[in-house]
């Protein structure tokens, strides 16, 4: 079983920067895709991030596409998400989940894994 914990959330002001941690145990994730979705309060969860089992391919929703950026240290089994230039609209509970399939992958259903999720909010 994985257990994923994320941390980093906070309140900033727009335009400033937030790094998001997401922590595993219990087993390793070093060969799970891995990534970050959010929701917004009367929204769906939808995607933000995704990365591949060896950090080597990364996917983005248009939305945070050269603002944000996914990696992840398979060593310390942690995933990260870099979150520049934000935006009012980026705030929500964002989640860091893991997959057992093979590549990337960008879709909730997708996912087998999931954190608590952290609250990000973003001050106009």
């Known amino acids: 079983q994985v257990q994923l914990v994320e941390s980093g959330g906070g309140l900033v002001q727009a335009g400033g920067s937030l790094r998001l941690s997401c922590a595993a145990s219990?087993?390793?994730?070093?060969?799970?895709?891995m990534g970050w979705f959010r929701q917004a309060t009367g929204e769906e969860r939808e995607f933000v991030a995704a990365i591949s089992w060896r950090g080597r391919a990364s996917s983005y929703a248009d939305s945070v596409k050269g603002r944000f950026t996914i990696s992840r240290d398979n060593a310390k089994n942690t995933l990260l998400l870099q979150m520049d230039s934000l935006k009012p609209e980026d705030t929500a509970v964002y989640y860091c989940?893991?997959?057992?399939?093979?590549?990337?992958?960008?879709?909730?259903?997708?996912?087998?894994?999931w954190g608590k999720g952290t609250l990000v909010t973003v001050s106009s």
């Open positions: 989940a893991a997959s057992s399939r093979v590549g990337l992958v960008v879709d909730v259903a997708g996912m087998d894994y």
């Open positions: 219990g087993r390793s994730v070093s060969n799970y895709p």
